[in-house]
């Protein structure tokens, strides 16, 4: 079965800092994988996938995530947190097959001044 | 850009009664899905949706839950008979095909309080 682990429900960084959200997969199949950004009273917004392409992956707002097969990672950066960046994070894992996708718990990402 | 809507925004029933969730999916998608975040917990997938039938459902949607397409462009979910445990934000989405890769496009959400 596929899942997602999300590391801290809680990060804290300052304005200008890097940006790193952690997130582990499990599947016993070669997963995709996204990245999902979640703003007060909003919908989720799709940040970034990965899809057996390249394994270094840019998104919206200058995120970026990396698929690590023998880590089993694909933990999300942004090297420098601004204000607007403060949210919820969804990692999330699909497979070819199903149609479901299946999130992970999510961490909320709070930036300081 | 095309974005995928939900009304409303907020529910309150009571407990045992029934409700209809909308949505409108962005209109050249093909497929269409329900996820539920009760509160402090994961986004879960309820169920999908194409060509008029249930593509897959989870556990979770069971014969409390339904899903119609009425006419071309709305797609709802109806939960009868409410629980207490109902009470989630209900997100919708939609996408282009159902590929596992293809990216779904979700809603804003409706939050359900049942009482």
């Known amino acids: 079965a596929q899942s997602v682990t999300q590391l801290g429900s809680h990060v804290s960084v300052s304005e200008g800092a890097l940006v790193l959200l952690r997130c582990n997969y499990s599947s016993s199949v070669p997963p995709y994988l996204f990245w999902y950004v979640q703003y007060p009273n909003q919908g989720l917004q799709l940040l970034l996938k990965?899809?057996?392409?390249?394994?270094l992956v840019k998104g919206i707002n200058g995120f970026e995530a990396e698929f690590k097969k023998s880590e089993t990672s694909f933990h999300l950066t942004k090297p420098s947190a601004h204000m607007s960046d403060a949210a919820e994070y969804f990692c999330a894992v699909s497979k070819d097959g199903g149609f479901k996708t299946i999130f992970g718990a999510g961490t909320r990402l709070f930036v300081k001044a | 850009e095309p974005e995928v809507t939900q009304t409303p925004s907020h529910q309150v029933t009571q407990m045992g009664q029934e409700v209809i969730l909308r949505c409108v999916p962005i209109s050249n998608h093909l497929y269409f899905y329900w996820y539920r975040q009760i509160l402090g917990q994961k986004v879960e997938f309820l169920v999908s949706f194409y060509n008029n039938e249930i593509s897959e459902k989870s556990e979770i949607f069971d014969d409390q839950f339904s899903v119609e397409r009425p006419d071309g462009s709305n797609f709802t979910l109806k939960i009868r008979s409410t629980k207490l445990e109902d009470s989630a934000m209900y997100f919708c989405a939609s996408s282009e095909s159902g590929g596992a890769a293809d990216t779904q496009y979700f809603g804003p959400g409706t939050r359900l309080t049942v009482l």
């Open positions: 990965y899809t057996s392409a390249a394994t």
